[in-house]
């Protein structure tokens, strides 16, 4: 009869066989924290019809300003107040209008969810067909939804004394990343951030942190603004922020403030390594992210060029790259006459003295379609990405004379005043974004090109032929008056 086996080899066996798992956990968990960041697709919905990133890339590379004076349909039903206001801005034309019977939405309750929720929802859509997913496909999977939104809840004012159920469920800014995992079925995280105007980035750079976590194995990052009622621009005029003339002048002498902007954007984001084995197409790729805060400054809103320095050298550190790397910086740029100086001068002091003498140009995409506020930071990350795609730098719009406060001894930094080739043509281009919030919430990404792919990609998706309609409270009437639906 055989004796049994002894039980010590079954026990070592079993440890050697724990201890390899828990090898390779470690090693699979520091090749997600250390690996980048592919962007396979995004939706995006900006002024002057731009409503792809290929509209988006004529507007930006042509140097068009897409700012005009507010349409009158927009004004309603507060004409009298917008009135007594700075009228000029970048406007989404048929921000009002929605398709709730695509999303199942009944029409009541469509009529009293905010019109940034609204235009979530479709550009989320729109960013997954880009990405070549299918969106019910994704219904129960582990996605995250990581929204930037922020300021005043302009849409509330439209409920005046008729608020009811629907209203409370549809305006609020938590509500608007749960309104979006609640219809596409994602069970990941879902997070409506508001860092001021830095949220956008700060949403990408939350995504990008679950991905390297292996929480996610895909997530939706970006952010919206909307200008909907007057109370928010009246409370940003009192504080002198913005243009008298309109114009948005980033770092030129006559810069005096800025104009606001709507739009939305959203950016599909998956490990690198995950999106080359399933063949997604690539956008661009993020190597490196960083936040930081201020701190006590000389004022709560004052920026700190410190800080500013400090958030660019450690997304540096996080992508494992270098300053002499860096052609491109897609800057905060609002334009006023204090904080460019400030934040030039963490530029030069972070990059333009420290990169060996090589050109780095300085955008800002405010200078095009106005200052995004919460959304800003996703469409300055969504034009480095195409710059370094194109290996184009776009003109700075407006820029004539440097602003005498800007010291730039030292460095080769540039101002693209028309399109240019990169600056040089031999190296792999990468392009640092900045987004600094008025609480002191500072955030950069380092964003390069996708890589050259090994096989076929798969192609996106026909975006939906979304059936429109002016979606405005039913007390109010059925649209403004004189409204006609954009075409």
Request: with cysteine; hydrophobic share 40%; proline share 8%.
């Given at each position: 009869?055989?004796?049994?086996?002894?039980?010590?080899?079954?026990?070592?066996?079993?440890?050697?066989?724990?201890?390899?798992?828990?090898?390779?956990?470690?090693?699979?968990?520091?090749?997600?924290?250390a690996?980048?960041?592919?962007?396979?697709g995004?939706?995006?919905?900006?002024?002057?019809?731009?409503?792809?990133?290929?509209g988006?890339?004529?507007?930006?590379s042509?140097?068009?300003?897409?700012?005009?004076?507010?349409?009158?349909?927009?004004?309603?039903?507060?004409?009298?107040?917008?009135?007594?206001?700075?009228?000029?801005?970048?406007?989404?034309?048929?921000a009002?209008?929605?398709?709730p019977?695509?999303?199942?939405?009944?029409?009541?309750?469509?009529?009293?969810?905010?019109?940034?929720?609204?235009?979530?929802?479709?550009?989320?859509?729109?960013?997954?067909?880009?990405?070549?997913?299918?969106?019910?496909?994704?219904?129960?999977?582990?996605?995250?939804?990581?929204?930037?939104?922020?300021?005043?809840?302009?849409?509330?004012?439209?409920?005046r004394?008729?608020?009811?159920?629907?209203?409370?469920?549809?305006?609020?800014?938590?509500?608007?990343?749960?309104?979006?995992?609640?219809t596409?079925?994602?069970?990941?995280?879902?997070?409506?951030?508001?860092?001021?105007?830095?949220?956008?980035?700060?949403?990408?750079?939350?995504?990008?942190?679950?991905?390297?976590?292996?929480?996610?194995?895909?997530?939706?990052?970006?952010?919206?603004?909307?200008?909907?009622?007057?109370?928010?621009?009246?409370?940003?005029?009192?504080?002198?922020?913005?243009?008298?003339?309109?114009?948005?002048?980033?770092?030129?002498?006559?810069?005096?403030?800025?104009?606001?902007?709507?739009?939305?954007a959203?950016?599909?984001?998956?490990?690198?390594?995950?999106?080359?084995?399933?063949?997604?197409?690539?956008?661009?790729?993020?190597?490196?992210?960083?936040?930081?805060?201020?701190?006590?400054?000389?004022?709560?809103?004052?920026?700190?060029?410190?800080?500013?320095?400090?958030?660019?050298?450690?997304?540096?550190?996080?992508?494992?790259?270098?300053?002499?790397?860096?052609?491109?910086?897609?800057?905060?740029?609002?334009?006023?006459?204090?904080?460019?100086?400030?934040?030039?001068?963490?530029?030069?002091?972070?990059?333009?003295?420290?990169?060996?003498?090589?050109?780095?140009?300085?955008?800002?995409?405010?200078?095009?379609?106005?200052?995004?506020?919460?959304?800003?930071?996703?469409?300055?990350?969504?034009?480095?990405?195409?710059?370094?795609?194109?290996?184009?730098?776009?003109?700075?719009?407006?820029?004539?004379?440097?602003?005498?406060?800007?010291?730039?001894?030292?460095?080769?930094?540039?101002?693209?005043?028309?399109?240019?080739?990169?600056?040089?043509?031999?190296?792999?281009?990468?392009?640092g974004?900045?987004?600094?919030?008025?609480?002191?919430?500072?955030?950069?990404?380092?964003?390069?090109?996708?890589?050259?792919?090994?096989?076929?990609?798969?192609?996106?998706?026909?975006?939906?032929?979304?059936?429109?309609?002016?979606?405005?409270?039913a007390?109010?009437?059925?649209?403004?008056?004189?409204?006609?639906?954009?075409?």
């Amino acid at each position: 009869m055989d004796e049994p086996e002894s039980p010590a080899p079954q026990g070592a066996a079993l440890r050697r066989a724990t201890d390899t798992i828990r090898r390779l956990r470690t090693e699979l968990a520091e090749l997600r924290a250390a690996g980048p960041i592919a962007v396979i697709g995004a939706g995006v919905r900006l002024a002057d019809g731009i409503t792809d990133l290929d509209g988006l890339w004529s507007a930006l590379s042509g140097g068009r300003d897409l700012t005009g004076d507010m349409p009158a349909h927009r004004r309603w039903p507060f004409e009298d107040e917008w009135a007594q206001l700075p009228l000029r801005g970048s406007f989404v034309p048929d921000a009002l209008d929605f398709d709730p019977d695509f999303f199942g939405i009944t029409p009541r309750a469509a009529q009293a969810l905010d019109p940034q929720h609204r235009l979530l929802l479709e550009v989320t859509w729109e960013a997954l067909c880009d990405s070549g997913i299918n969106p019910p496909g994704l219904h129960g999977a582990q996605v995250g939804t990581y929204v930037g939104i922020s300021g005043r809840q302009d849409y509330a004012d439209w409920a005046r004394q008729c608020p009811d159920a629907y209203w409370a469920l549809g305006n609020g800014h938590c509500l608007a990343a749960g309104r979006i995992a609640y219809t596409f079925g994602f069970t990941g995280p879902a997070l409506a951030i508001d860092t001021a105007c830095s949220s956008a980035l700060v949403a990408v750079v939350q995504a990008v942190q679950a991905l390297r976590r292996g929480e996610v194995d895909l997530a939706l990052a970006g952010g919206v603004n909307l200008v909907l009622a007057p109370g928010s621009t009246r409370a940003i005029n009192r504080t002198g922020s913005l243009s008298p003339d309109g114009l948005c002048r980033a770092f030129d002498a006559r810069a005096n403030g800025f104009v606001r902007g709507e739009g939305a954007a959203m950016l599909t984001l998956k490990r690198l390594a995950d999106a080359e084995r399933d063949q997604d197409p690539i956008l661009g790729v993020i190597h490196g992210v960083a936040m930081n805060q201020d701190g006590r400054t000389s004022g709560f809103s004052a920026p700190n060029a410190e800080a500013q320095r400090r958030v660019i050298e450690a997304a540096l550190a996080d992508a494992g790259r270098d300053a002499a790397e860096i052609g491109l910086v897609e800057a905060h740029g609002t334009g006023t006459s204090l904080g460019d100086p400030i934040e030039l001068s963490a530029i030069v002091a972070a990059l333009g003295t420290r990169n060996g003498g090589r050109p780095l140009h300085v955008g800002s995409a405010k200078t095009n379609a106005g200052h995004l506020e919460a959304a800003s930071g996703s469409l300055g990350l969504l034009k480095a990405l195409l710059t370094v795609r194109e290996r184009t730098v776009p003109p700075l719009v407006h820029f004539d004379t440097l602003n005498p406060r800007i010291d730039l001894r030292g460095c080769d930094i540039r101002f693209a005043d028309r399109a240019q080739p990169w600056p040089d043509p031999e190296s792999a281009p990468l392009a640092g974004v900045s987004s600094f919030g008025i609480i002191g919430t500072n955030v950069h990404v380092v964003a390069g090109p996708a890589p050259v792919p090994t096989a076929p990609v798969r192609p996106p998706l026909p975006r939906p032929d979304w059936k429109r309609v002016p979606c405005v409270p039913a007390f109010l009437g059925d649209a403004p008056p004189g409204y006609v639906v954009p075409a």
